[in-house]
């Protein structure tokens, strides 16, 4: 079965500086992963995935993430924070010849002045 | 990148009555759609796939009868909450399977805007 654990409910961090939002996963094969960021009474908005190639996914407003197969993580990262990133941010996989998507169960960034 | 859009937005409604939500993909065609309901502060709950032409697949525990999904074209799939109550009220949210075909990105799911639904 599949799973995705985002161990933190919330991240806190100053403007300007560097953010991590950990993920990790379990799923049967290689995975299909994505990142999603929900503002307040919103729906989600893409910010990127892993599919295959580069373990480095490059996303929009600026993030990245990091497929780690190892260690079977996927960290939403950011080298300078904005407070208009703070946010609710999900982790998603999807296992092959799957069409569900498995979330996390989110986690608040605080971004603050 | 693709849009997908939800109406209404917001809908309030008295118990009883039955509400449709409407999630359409505006420039793409989506052979799939998903619903999903979101308790505050917790994460998505798939409701049930809808795929284009076909009856949709409901996940365990979703009553099929009271939670109706419609999706006649490639680009509108409909949720109706039938004979609402109190306990309905929640935050849907769909969205769409973008396989990259019109796009040019690769299988991507796309979310609406998501629709708050109060039942007095």
């Known amino acids: 079965a599949q799973s995705v654990a985002q161990p933190e409910d919330q991240v806190n961090v100053a403007e300007g500086n560097p953010l991590t939002v950990k993920c990790t996963y379990s799923?049967?094969?290689?995975?299909?992963l994505f990142w999603y960021v929900q503002y307040p009474n919103r729906g989600l908005q893409f910010l990127l995935k892993?599919?295959?190639?580069?373990?480095l996914v490059k996303g929009s407003y600026g993030f990245e993430a990091e497929f780690n197969k190892s260690q079977t993580s996927f960290h939403l990262k950011k080298p300078s924070a904005l407070v208009s990133d703070s946010a609710l941010y999900f982790c998603?996989?999807?296992?092959?010849?799957?069409?569900?998507?498995?979330f996390g169960t989110g986690t608040r960034l605080l971004v603050s002045p | 990148g693709a849009v997908v859009s939800q109406h209404p937005s917001r809908v309030i409604c008295k118990s009883g009555t039955s509400v449709k939500i409407e999630c359409r993909s505006l420039?793409?065609?989506?052979?799939?759609m998903f619903w999903y309901r979101q308790f505050p502060k917790q994460s998505l709950m798939l409701m049930a796939t809808?795929?284009?032409?076909?009856?949709?697949?409901?996940e365990q525990g979703v009553e099929k009868d009271k939670f109706l999904i419609n999706h006649a074209s490639l680009t509108l799939s409909t949720l109706t909450v039938t004979s609402a109550h109190p306990e309905d009220s929640s935050f849907y949210i769909c969205?769409?399977?973008?396989?990259?075909f019109g796009t040019g990105g690769t299988d991507t799911q796309y979310f609406g805007p998501g629709t708050r639904l109060t039942v007095l």
């Open positions: 998603a996989v999807r296992a092959p010849g799957f069409q569900k998507l498995v």
């Open positions: 809808s795929n284009e032409g076909s009856k949709a697949t409901y």
């Open positions: 799923v049967s094969g290689n995975p299909y």
């Open positions: 892993y599919i295959t190639g580069d373990n």
């Open positions: 420039d793409f065609q989506a052979t799939t």
């Open positions: 969205s769409a399977r973008d396989l990259g």
